[in-house]
T-cell receptor, first 113, second 113 residues
Framework: DVKVTQSSRYLVKRTGEKVFLECVQDMDHENMFWYRQDPGLGLRLIYFSYDVKMKEKGDIPEGYSVSREKKERFSLILESASTNQTSMYLC????????????FGSGTQLSVL | GDSVTQMEGPVTLSEEACLTINCTYTATGYPSLFWYVQYPGEGLQLLLKATKADDKGSNKGFEATYRKETTSFHLEKGSVQVSDSAVYFCALSDPGGYQKVTFGTGTKLQVIP
């Protein structure tokens, strides 16, 4: 089975801190995605990557950046965390192709105090 | 841009009741359509998908038909179980570009014995 592993299940950070969320997939998938999930808003795409060192902005990229130095790893970076970035963050990966499903990690619940 | 609208929750049903969760979409071109399910404490997983008009996706007793004329993909199940309690997300995959997936806001289903 495909495994998408997010480094932390729960994370508590202070306002202004630099935060790294890590995601690793073990099935050689080309595409990787970062979403945030908020009640009443569903999942919103922050960034995605379709190849190593390639990235594309999603719907809500402001305040975030990403890094993909290796195919299996996709990192989400909050340069200066703010309270409105408190959320559940979900990483996903997929094979390149129109009909391919996303495989999700279990999520990281980030609280910014 | 692409968008997905699904019915508000939460939905509470008794065991063995019929379920319908409405989903409509807006997209350019011909997207693929998906239903994902999120069980408590877990990431999302694919429930079913349909890749072209009039296709019916089905899995675990759930089914949904891709209706191009009404731009809909309603999720149905004839007899729900307590174990179906979860959050259900309708989603579409952009046929162009880099396979960007857009999600609805999610519908929480609670099935009571």
């Amino acid at each position: 089975d495909v495994k998408v592993t997010q480094s932390s299940r729960y994370l508590v950070k202070r306002t202004g801190e630099k935060v790294f969320l890590e995601c690793v997939q073990d099935m050689d998938h080309e595409n990787m995605f970062w979403y945030r999930q908020d009640p009443g808003l569903g999942l919103r795409l922050i960034y995605f990557s379709y190849d190593v060192k390639m990235k594309e902005k999603g719907d809500i990229p402001e305040g975030y950046s990403v890094s993909r130095e290796k195919k299996e790893r996709f990192s989400l970076i909050l340069e200066s965390a703010s309270t409105n970035q408190t959320s559940m963050y979900l990483c996903a990966s997929s094979i390149r192709g129109l009909y391919e499903k996303l495989f999700f990690g279990s999520g990281t619940q980030l609280s910014v105090l | 841009g692409d968008s997905v609208t699904q019915m508000e929750g939460p939905v509470t049903l008794s065991e063995e009741a019929c379920l319908t969760i409405n989903c409509t979409y807006t997209a350019t071109g011909y997207p693929s359509l998906f239903w994902y399910v999120q069980y408590p404490g877990e990431g999302l997983q694919l429930l079913l998908k349909a890749t072209k008009a009039d296709d019916k996706g089905s899995n675990k007793g759930f089914e949904a038909t891709y209706r191009k004329e009404t731009t809909s993909f309603h999720l149905e199940k004839g007899s729900v179980q307590v174990s179906d309690s979860a959050v259900y997300f309708c989603a579409l995959s952009d046929p162009g570009g880099y396979q960007k997936v857009t999600f609805g806001t999610g519908t929480k289903l609670q099935v009571i014995p």
